[in-house]
Each structure stands twice: as C-alpha cells, then as structure tokens.
C-alpha cells in the first residue's frame, strides 16, 4: 500500500451528485440524489473523500439509539481505480473519530457475505456479530425505476472506549 497525499473526508454537498456519480462508477446519479434526499430527510449523513482536489469516494453514516448511542457507517464506495490504495480504510478511520466525537459506545456496519472488504472491517476492528441475514435495499438506476436489491449479509462492530462510557477498569491492590 502507497502512502496517500492528505485524504480530506467532508460532508458531500448537493452540486456534487452528478460529480459523485461520476467518479464511483458504479453509482448512478440517481443514486446519489436519492442518498441526498434521505440526508435531508435525517436519514444519513452523506461525506465524500477528495484526494488532490478529486472525489474518490464517499460514505454514509447516522447515529442511532439513545441513551448508549452507537453509529451506523454504510454505503462505502471508492472510485474503482483508487482502490487498494488506502483510502477505505481512512474513510472508515473518520467515521470511527466521528463516532468517539458523539460519544457512541460502538460503530457497526452490514456487509455481503462475499464482499472482499470483510477483511478490510477485520482488520480495521470490527467483529461479526450474529447470523446472517437478508439485506434488502433499493438501487435508484438512472431511467428513474428502482430494483429491489436483496443480498446474504452479516452485521460487523467495532466497540469503542469513551470518555463517557469508560471500559471497565482494573483494580489494583494496595
């Protein structure tokens, strides 16, 4: 792995969409303006990564729960020909700063049981936790349809230690 130029990761703003779309291949634009939309709506928040000035990715996140708050990261995408390079791992590593900033007890993440990047979580901290299940979402193709998207997942989390929430500390004898 190359040493990357500084990655600045940053809330995605709305003259972005089609700019997204267009450096994560494999998103549509109407993918993006959905994802937008769900922003708006306190659904998300959306961030993208620029490396020299270029989107080379992008990520979701949310808290959620009460009072033990824990952060859902979803929807990391990098562009395909930055891939292996890095920048997933220093997207996931602000969302994990993000989540310890707002107190959250964890960050947790659904992943398809055959993606490659359950190693990146692995390694990264993160844990499978339960049985597998069925993911299901929507992909907003640009002819404006939708396909109902259904996939074999597992949950992944990663425990963080708070200032607010301290570990269980060990005694010491005197």
Known sequence: MTTL????VRPMREA??????DSIKEMSQAQIA?????????????LVA?????IVGTV???VVGGSEPTM?????????????RGIG????????????????RSVYLEVRVDNPARRLYHRLGFRRVGPSFVNAWYQFNQDGTRTRIEEPSIRM???????????TRSKTKS
């Open 5 to 8: 130029p500084t990655l600045l």
């Open 16 to 21: 972005e969409i089609a700019i997204v779309a």
């Open 34 to 46: 959905n994802r937008w939309r769900e922003q708006l709506l306190g659904y998300r928040e959306v």
């Open 50 to 54: 620029e490396l020299d000035g270029a």
């Open 60 to 62: 979701s996140m949310g």
């Open 72 to 84: 859902h990261l979803f929807a990391l995408e990098v562009a395909p020909e930055q891939r292996n």
């Open 89 to 104: 791992s220093s997207i996931i590593d602000h969302v994990i700063s993000e989540a310890q900033q707002r107190d959250c």
């Open 157 to 167: 989390v990663k425990r963080l230690a708070s200032n607010k929430h301290p570990a």
